[in-house]
Nanobody, 118 residues
Framework: QAQLVESGGGLVQAGGSLRLSCAASGSIFSINGMGWYRQAPGKQRELVANFTSDGSTNYADSVKGRFTISRDNAKKTVYLQMNSLKPEDTAVYYC????????????WGQGTQVTVSS
């Protein structure tokens, strides 16, 4: 059974930094895209940053220049470096990936809380 496990969330003051990690594990034959979404209370889940199938990256306008997505293919891990954090970045951050486990399926991590205090 494949799964995504996130780590690295926490409480930080405005202007601070956090680094999130998401590791894929299980019987995975191929990974097609990995990325990060977030959901703040009372709001819809939104894309933060991701790698597309061709390896390019997408960022939400609200995080461009502050967040950087990276990955280690050998470790099946994707990272999100978040700098210059703002209170409006407070949300539960979810890792997402499409993985081939005999068939293509979309997986979500359990979520990690990021809280930015003003």
């Amino acid at each position: 059974q494949a799964q995504l496990v996130e780590s690295g969330g926490g409480l930080v003051q405005a202007g601070g930094s956090l680094r999130l990690s998401c590791a894929a594990s299980g019987s995975i034959f191929s990974i097609n895209g990995m990325g990060w979404y977030r959901q703040a209370p009372g709001k819809q889940r939104e894309l933060v940053a991701n790698f597309t199938s061709d390896g390019s990256t997408n960022y939400a306008d609200s995080v461009k220049g502050r967040f950087t997505i990276s990955r280690d293919n050998a470790k099946k891990t994707v990272y999100l470096q978040m700098n210059s954090l703002k209170p409006e970045d407070t949300a539960v951050y979810y890792c997402n990936s499409q993985m081939y486990v005999g068939t293509w399926r979309t997986y979500w991590g359990q979520g990690t809380q990021v809280t930015v205090s003003s």
